[in-house]
């Protein structure tokens, strides 16, 4: 073979193999685009709200009833429940709540004495934010 015909067929590879990842990166990038949308669609309007909430310090268990006031399935992820004294106490929930329902959710060994607490879901901007007095 010719050293022309080397380079010709040197230079062909690399443009086919230089294609073929130009092509597979934009369809990375689309598939990414189109996941990150539809999440942010599925959120878009959450809206999530305490409809009753009750906290029973001798059995150390707190109630909670969460209202999903829109057309969106939400996931609660987990309570946060801030102390006087700065510390955080964290509770896995990882309870599916459906698009205009209610939820009722106990949470064992809650311990008494908590100011605040956060619920947070798969949604940023549909989380709930509550006192110790709406509970008690």
Not at 25 to 50: D, H, I, K, P, R
Not at 59 to 68: C, G, S, Y
Not at 94 to 121: H, Q, R, W, Y
Request: one cysteine or more.
């Amino acid at each position: 073979m010719t050293p022309t015909r080397i380079a010709t067929l040197i230079v062909g590879t690399v443009t086919a193999l230089g294609i073929m990842f130009a092509f597979w990166g934009a369809q990375l990038v689309q598939t990414n685009l189109n996941e990150t949308a539809s999440s942010e669609e599925l959120c878009l309007g959450a809206m999530l709200s305490l409809y009753s909430g009750r906290y029973d310090s001798e059995t150390q268990e707190l109630f909670l009833v969460f209202e999903n006031q829109r057309g969106a399935d939400l996931e609660l992820k987990a309570l946060y429940l801030f102390y006087p004294d700065k510390e955080m106490k964290t509770f896995e929930l990882n309870e599916g709540l459906g698009a205009n329902m209610l939820l009722s959710i106990p949470v064992k060994g809650v311990e008494d004495g908590f100011e605040s607490g956060t619920i947070k879901t798969n949604c940023p901007d549909a989380n709930v934010d509550f006192s110790y007095s709406d509970v008690t």
